[in-house]
């Protein structure tokens, strides 16, 4: 811990970041309200500040989806090959 002084004008005060004991003077308002001292202070990041536009992007032109077409596939194995009619069809 740093000694206590006397500097007229500045009391003792706390850093919000690293807890450390400083003169009032040497600390500093960050952007998010903490009172900080130099090692810890910092700038807001420059994107924290974009606007984002809403999207007016859209395609020249669309299509309806088409619909499903479902097949039927049919296995045969050996066991089925015995003259079986499966789907209309005689097999064997």
Aim: aromatic share 12%; glycine share 6%; proline share 4%.
């Amino acid at each position: 811990m740093r000694k206590t002084y006397l500097k007229l004008g500045a009391w003792n005060s706390v850093c919000d970041v690293c807890g450390f004991r400083f003169k009032s003077t040497e600390l500093k308002k960050r952007w998010d309200g903490l009172m900080v001292c130099k090692k810890d202070w910092e700038p807001r990041h420059p994107q924290d500040l974009i606007r984002i536009r809403g999207e007016t992007a859209f395609p020249t032109w669309t299509r309806p989806e088409s619909t499903d077409t479902f097949t039927t596939i049919v296995y045969i194995t050996d066991n089925q090959i015995n003259a079986k009619q499966i789907n209309g069809f005689t097999i064997g």
